[in-house]
Structure formats: C-alpha cells, structure tokens
C-alpha cells in the first residue's frame, strides 16, 4: 500500500503475519463496504459536499480506524453504514446487504455517552435489549459479562450522574455490544475524555475487540489512538472529504501499549499521516 | 503486561465521583432549614408589619383587620369556609387535570405532526393572547352558574402552560438518542414511551407548577363572576357586607390551597423524577 508500511512489516515481528492473512483470507466476506459514496447537503446558502467518491472495504473481524481534519465527513461516513443517513451517489453495503434504512445489525457509540439518566448503568445497556424484543434472562447475563469484561463491576446500580465520563463512555460501550453486532460504529468515543481515560480506554478496547472478534469502524482526531488501534487507517482530506490514503499499520492485533508506542511500525505509522494530514493542510 | 496493569486500575479514576451521592437524613434536614427560615423570617416580618399598622389603629378597622380578627373568622367559622374552599379545591383539581390530560394530548400530536403543529400553533398563541377572565361571564350565560364556567376558566388558563412545557420538553430530546433508537430497531411508540416521553418530564413539570396556581386563578374568577358557592363568591359576599375579616380569611384560605396544590405538584415531581430532582439543589430554593 505505501512504501513506509511495508518496510515496516519487513522488520515486524512474525506474529503480525496472521493478523494480515486473517483479512486477506476472509476476502470477499467484507463487513463493510462504500462504493463510490458521495453525500451532498443543501443548506439555505449553498450546497455541501460532505463525501465525494470514498470507496471503502472492511473486511470481517478488522478495525479500521478514520483520521481526518474537522469537517471532512468522518462521522457522516458512519451515519451512512448504519443508514441514518442516504448517500446522493454510490451505495453502502453492510453485511452483504445494501444499507436503505436504519440498520439493526450494528452497535453505535456517539462522542457523548447519551444515556438515559433516569436508568441505572445496568437499565441503560438493557434498553438495548428491551427495544429488541430479546429475552431478558440471556440480555441480563450477557450485560453482566459486559459490566465485568469493561471494569463497571460495581457501579450497575449508578445512575450517568454519579458516574464519570470514563464510566458513562463504557456503559455506552456495553450497550452498543449488548446484542453481539457483526460491526461497532464509534463515533469519537473518548474525545471528551482526559488523556489518561482515554489510554485506559483505548486498551481496553483493544482487548475488547480482541474478545468479542467484532468488527469495528472507528472515527477519531487522535493519530496515536487511530494507529494504536486498527488495522488499518483511513486517512481523509478536508471537505469535500475523500479518502487520501489508506495505511496498514501492521502490528500484531495484540498490542501492549507502552511497547507499541515505541514501536518502529507505530511511529512510522503515525508519522505518515501526519504527514498526509499537514500536506491537506489540517492541523487537527 | 502494562496493559494488564492499566485496566486494573481504569475503575479508580471513579471512585471519587460515585462517592459524591446523597446527604445522610440529618444533612438533609440542616440544608431544608438553611433554605427555609429566610422566607420565614420576611413572612413572619410582614404579618408583625400587618398587626401592627391595624392595631395600632392607623388603618381603620373595617379596612383592615389585625391578624387576630382574621384568624378568629377562620377558627370560628371553620365548616363555612371549609365547605367553601373545597368547592374551589375541586374546580381547581378538575380544571387542572382536564387541561393537563387535553394539554399534553395536543403536545404530542403537535410533536408528530408538523401538519397539526402549523395549523394548531398560531392559534393556540393566538388564543393565549385573548383575555380569558374577559370571556368569563359569557361562559356563565352558556354554562349557567353551576360550576362548569369555573372549570372551563381553570381549564383554559392553565392549558397553555402545559402545552408549551410539554412541546419543549419532548423537543429538547437529544437527537442521537433518536438515531440510536432507530439502530435498535426501535417501534415508534417505543421511542415514545422509553426515550421521549421520560426524557420531556422535568420540562412538563415546570409547566405544570405554573399551572396548577393559574388554574386557582382560573377557579375564582369563574366563582366572581357569577357563583353561590366557592371562596370567590365568599370574598364577593364579604366585600358587599364590608365584612372585610371574612374577606382576609377567604383570601388566606384561598392562598393555602394554592400553596398546598403546588408543593404537591413539587412531590410529585421528587417522586416521579428522582434523577431529576437530585441534579438541580439550587432550584428548589425556589420552593417557598
């Protein structure tokens, strides 16, 4: 894909090659898939182009991570998967299926928690499940083993405004994963958090992932936290937005934080978009 | 290994936070007497202020009567005014959970239809503008003087309050609650009952605090212009025999009753609403 990644896979360890045969084996099975999507808005004034021409494959069980200055139509991009939203051009498929309305089958993670603050923690991920119509003694033990598998243990009776933003971000994170979707969609999931939340979390996700084996679309401003996470970055230009580059990352899918960090496939990794980000002239 | 590290001690950051919850009982009762007894003390200021001006005697007595006579009326007439106030208590209830029912009713249809909301708004607005107590005594000849015209004053004047909070309330929901919704593959009358509806409450009961003591308003204009029974048609009464202890007592009792309406609407908004009321302290300062 570019010269920087593949150097860095030539030094990489060896158990970083079944991370990448793992994708290109599933090859036609995509989770995900934009064919030549464009967006328009018309506001009072003008027309907005959001998205122009982005294609897009993500393969089953990969995290694909979306950088991009403010504005450049990350999040639309993942309004357009879960069918909140219909392109002007091209087509989203999703699961096989092309997307034309609101979709079930994903879990969405918004920058602000939103959680019902007249729920308890526990009430809040089952919501999820009482929408669904899902048997409620399976919805409850499966939010128990995500209460523990995200460190909430103890905290399932608090209400959002006793709980921290960290904790308000992992119980929308468990009920996203209530009902085991093929594909997360996290929209900026800790960009209101502080620094160090945010690493916690960004590891925690980490072996989520790992865990659940779900495919995950993440849009993020964070480079280290895009990289650290996915296997595979998608780097985009200011509106109207369009898909720059498309960067492997090529590190194992298990990844210790301070040691990835350090990293040469890390480094050069983020190197580069910051390098495809400042060349778009963004400096986000 | 660091990453191991690192999640055992994510739940810390926390503790803080979750350890913030409710006051103990007698912490309660402190903060309850630190926001009470400075209305009290100007309320017990202003009767001392009252009782002295009349009986000091600069006021003459049938215009002004001291605290006591007043009090005397009420103790030794309890049954009349007891029998009184509660006709205006039931007006009151009636007109008030009528416009409630009707006034949350139209909220939603105007909510869901943009059609409704068009057409239904700028007459409501235009509605509200129209002096409704100036209507009253034409409601009396259609109604009689039983205590239809009463409701229908009560109901009108506290209906508009309910409808603007209730339009806001279910409006102000946040709209990736919504999209979320849709994801789990919500049922709109789902939406309604989990998300929307809840989510509108605290709005709704703002709007119903200024009702419910409209509505008493509503009531006793209704009783003015053309009643034989209810506080408004004791004050008339008390009034035309210059009998102006019975008129203070009436308009005490007519007072209490208001007070009592809105401190119950208040608990059950705490009862209802218990996530609500403990985020907003600063508000309930407010109550008395």
Not at chain 1, 83 to 112: K, T
Request: proline share 6%; with cysteine; glycine share 8%.
């Amino acid at each position: 894909m570019t010269t920087v990644n593949d150097t860095a896979l030539n030094k990489a360890a060896p158990d970083q090659s079944d991370a990448r045969s793992h994708r290109t084996g599933s090859g036609t099975a995509s989770a995900v898939r934009l064919d030549g999507v464009s967006v328009r808005f018309r506001t009072k004034r003008k027309d907005v182009t959001a998205l122009s021409d982005v294609s897009l494959d993500v393969a089953r069980g990969e995290f694909v991570a979306i950088v991009g200055p403010s504005g450049c139509g990350k999040s639309t991009l993942l309004k357009l998967v879960a069918g909140l939203l219909a392109p002007s051009a091209g087509a989203a498929v999703l699961g096989g299926e092309p997307v034309r309305g609101p979709r079930r089958d994903i879990g969405y993670v918004f920058q602000r928690a939103a959680l019902l603050d007249w729920r308890s923690a526990r009430r809040n991920i089952l919501l999820q499940a009482e929408m669904r119509g899902l048997p409620a003694a399976a919805a409850r033990a499966r939010a128990d083993e995500l209460i523990r598998m995200t460190g909430l243990d103890g905290f399932e009776d608090a209400y959002p405004h006793e709980l921290s933003g960290g904790m308000q971000q992992r119980v929308a994170l468990c009920r996203a994963l209530l009902h085991e979707p093929p594909v997360l969609l996290m929209d900026e999931p800790f960009g209101a958090l502080d620094a160090l939340t945010r690493e916690h979390l960004n590891v925690e996700l980490n072996r989520i992932w790992r865990e659940t084996g779900t495919t995950v679309l993440l849009v993020t401003h964070s480079i280290p936290e895009a990289v650290y996470l996915a296997d595979r970055v998608v780097v985009m230009s200011p509106r109207p937005g369009t898909v720059t580059e498309v960067i492997d990352v090529g590190l194992p899918r298990e990844r210790a934080y301070a040691a990835t960090l350090a990293s040469a496939e890390f480094r050069g990794a983020t190197g580069r978009i910051r390098e495809l980000l400042g060349a778009a002239g963004a400096h986000d | 290994m660091s990453q191991r590290v690192l999640s055992r001690t994510a739940p810390k950051e926390t503790a803080g936070v979750a350890e913030r919850t409710r006051p103990g009982p007698r912490r309660r009762a402190l903060d309850a007497a630190e926001k009470t007894w400075r209305p009290l003390a100007l309320l017990l200021v202003c009767f001392g202020a009252w009782w002295v001006i009349a009986a000091a005697g600069w006021v003459e007595s049938y215009l002004l009567p001291t605290p006591g006579a007043t009090l005397d009326v009420i103790l030794d007439k309890p049954g009349y005014l007891w029998e009184h106030g509660w006709v205006t208590t039931y007006e009151t209830l009636l007109g008030f959970l009528i416009a409630v029912g009707v006034g949350i009713l139209c909220a939603v249809v105007m909510v869901y239809s943009t059609t409704v909301e068009k057409t239904l708004y700028p007459i409501l607005l235009f509605a509200q503008v129209v002096p409704k107590i100036a209507i009253a005594p034409l409601f009396v000849v259609w109604l009689g003087f039983g205590i239809g015209p009463k409701v229908l004053i009560a109901v009108l004047i506290a209906f508009f309050p309910v409808v603007i909070s209730m339009v806001t309330g279910l409006k102000a929901v946040d709209p990736e609650m919504l999209q979320l919704s849709a994801t789990m593959g919500a049922r709109p009358w789902q939406t309604f009952l989990k998300i929307r509806f809840p989510a509108s409450l605290p709005h709704l009961f703002s709007g119903l605090k200024v009702a419910v003591t409209l509505a008493v308003t509503g009531a006793v204009v209704g009783e003015f212009v053309g009643a034989n029974e209810g506080l408004g048609y004791v004050i008339l009464q008390a009034n035309g025999n210059l009998d102006t202890p019975m008129l203070f007592a009436g308009l005490l009792v007519m007072s209490l009753i208001g007070v009592v309406l809105f401190v119950l609407v208040e608990i059950a908004e705490k009862l209802l609403l218990p996530w609500h009321a403990s985020r907003r302290d600063t508000a309930a300062t407010l109550t008395l």
